[in-house]
Structure formats: C-alpha cells, structure tokens
C-alpha cells in the first residue's frame, strides 16, 4: 500500500519538464517505489486516513529505509518520525550539525516571510531555491556562498549581529500572509538588510559575496488567492475525511475552498493503490461522528489552512462523504456559529 510522505516542492514526473509545483509523496514499502501527485490550484482533494498513522523511517542516499520499530505516530503531529528514527536521521544531519565534514558548497540567504519577519540560513547550493520555497518564505536574496562551515559561521554571526533569527514559528508566518505589502516594499526590506550585511566589519573573509537580486514567490504560491482571514484544519484519525479546492500552497501549508455538500472528486495520484480496493483498502465511510471528529458540514465556501505534514504516514483512501470531517478551527469569527466548526480564541492541537 502507498504511504503517504508528506508535502514537496519539485518538477518532475508525468507534467512538463521543469514545471516547478506543490506535491504530495507517496511511498509503497512492498515495492520500494516513490511517486508525487501534483496539488495545483483549482485540484478537488476528497481523501480519508485509512487504518494507522505509521512512521515513515529514515531516508538516505534517495531511498526509505523502513521504521523497524513499525511505530505508530499522533496524528495531530507535524513529525512524521518516531523518536528512534527522528534520533538516527540526525545522526547525519547538517541541520543538527552532525556533519561537518560535508564537501558541498553552500550558500547563506535572507528570507522574508512578513514585515519584519526576516531571517538568514543557509542551504546546499545545488539545492538552489527549493529550501526556501520549502520554509514558505515569500521572497529572498542570496548573501554569499561559500563551505559548510564557513557558511554555518556566517550564518551565525550575521544573525547575531543584524539582530535576526534562523527560524520563525508557524503561526506567524501564516499570519503575515494575510497582510503583505506591496512587492516593491518587499524588496526594500531585503535589500537594507542585505546593504548592512554586506558592511566590511561583519562580512566573513571566507564567504564569496553575491550582489543583491530578489525573488518573490507571490505568484508560485499563489498568495493573492488566500484571504485575509483563514480557519485551520486541525489533526487527522482515523476515518477523518478532508474535501475540497486547492487555492494554494505555501511551504508545507495547503490551502483549501472546504466544500458543503456539492460532489467532489478524488485525491490525484490514488488512483488503485490505497483508493478502492487494489491494496485491500476500502472506503472510508462514515463522515460522521462515530470517531468524534467534528464535522464541517454546511461551512461550503469556508477557506482552511492545513499542514500537509500532519498527512505522512498515513494511508489516504478516497472520501466516503461529501464534507471535511477534521475539526475545523474559526478564530473569533461570529460567522462560525451553526456552520458545524470549532469556534476558538486561542490556539488549539496541531500549532
């Protein structure tokens, strides 16, 4: 049966080469193969969680190797790992800085996420652009490149000195989507950081500079099609169902048009395997409350944010209903009431 790995930014596969995109991998342990379904915008998704949450394992040199432990994971988690796996993978990690002695150059990056939402990292320059788009970061600019190491320092002391982090929680970034300003107004924030990282007293002799040049992901993501205000999907169980249209994707993020009780069609890339039958997966019927999930239906037209993270590991069937029957999480929105979702001022599961 195939598993599914959770969200990626690729090309590739069966669309036209070099067409850069949101997807979803997918992994079948009896066959040791790998394959992606594309999640374009205006794509109608209707799956349920089938059977367990499994963790994924550990994956090398482009290959999974398989979760010995066969652990079952929460399904309200972003971590698609067990503790053992989580603790193998970072092992060998240049994120956990357990592997210095990586020979490829690297290259250290402003990110912009929001208005004052900027951090610096680094990346493996052959990865190009992908680690950003990954992040969900709006728009970017190269700084320098250089190796590992120096890169790693450069990241550390730019940060310290320029007063920004290397990361930024969730809910934050979510929330500067809403509110972003103008693209020009983007590129001037970047590039006043840039011009100060760039001043001789704090730049790294053994970083090769590169002159400032920004990207802006709005039209990739496909930012002017969310809203300002967007309710989140919460975690997944067994039996859970999720309907609706794709608007867009950020990073991991996927936003979704929640369908009422119009027809929908079919998660792209089930077709047999882990849809109706051809891996002895059945439907997964019942969109109602015998697990406890709280149903949205009536909400048609309602947009939700979910973290395609929280779908790895599990098997995803075709839907058995016609609404999304994950609690769906409205923050202080009267127009919540009676529609069959969660009505919350705080922050609630998942994030």
């Known amino acids: 049966m195939w598993r599914c790995t959770g969200p990626r930014w690729s ?5 036209p080469a070099g067409r850069f995109g949101q997807r979803l991998g997918w992994y079948c342990a009896e066959r040791a193969e790998t394959r992606t ?9 209707a799956f349920a969680a089938v059977g367990e949450r499994r963790c994924l394992g550990v994956r090398r040199a ?5 979760c010995p432990y066969r652990a079952v994971l929460d399904g309200a988690s972003a971590r698609d790992q067990c503790a053992r796996c989580a603790q193998l993978d970072r092992s060998r990690s240049v994120a956990a800085d357990t592997m210095a002695d990586d020979p490829r150059p690297y290259g250290v990056y402003l990110a912009y996420f929001g208005p004052g939402l ?3 990292g680094i990346t493996a320059a052959e990865r190009g652009a992908a680690r950003l788009v990954e992040q969900g970061a709006v728009a970017y600019a190269w700084l320098g490149r250089g190796p590992l190491m120096a890169a790693r320092r450069a990241e550390a002391v730019l ?3 320029l007063g920004v982090p290397d990361r930024f929680p969730k809910a934050a970034k979510r929330a500067a989507r809403g509110a972003l300003p103008p693209v020009a107004d983007r590129v001037a924030e970047l590039a006043q950081l840039h011009g100060r990282a760039r001043e001789p007293a704090l730049w790294p002799e053994t970083l090769e500079p590169v002159e400032f040049a920004c990207t802006d992901h709005s039209e990739l993501f496909g930012l002017d099609r969310i809203p300002g205000e967007v309710a989140e999907l919460g975690g997944m169980v067994a039996g859970a169902e999720v309907v609706g249209e794709v608007l867009a994707g950020v990073g991991s993020d996927v936003y979704l048009r929640l369908a009422g009780e119009c027809g929908v069609g079919e998660l792209e890339g089930l077709e047999g395997e882990g849809a109706d039958g051809a891996d002895g997966v059945g439907r997964a019927g019942g969109a109602g409350g015998a697990d406890g999930v709280r149903r949205s239906g009536g909400a048609g037209g309602l947009v939700a944010v979910m973290d395609a993270r929280v779908l790895s590991g599990w098997v995803l069937g075709a839907a058995g209903g016609r609404v999304t029957t994950v609690p769906v999480v409205v923050k202080g929105r009267a127009a ?3 529609a069959g979702v969660q009505e919350d001022g705080g922050r609630e599961g998942l994030f």
């Open 118 to 120: 900027l951090k610096v």
């Open 159 to 161: 940060g310290s000195a």
């Open 11 to 15: 090309g590739g596969g069966p669309e």
């Open 37 to 45: 379904s594309l999640l374009p915008a205006g794509k109608t998704l």
């Open 336 to 338: 919540a009431k009676g």
């Open 62 to 66: 482009g290959r999974w190797i398989v």
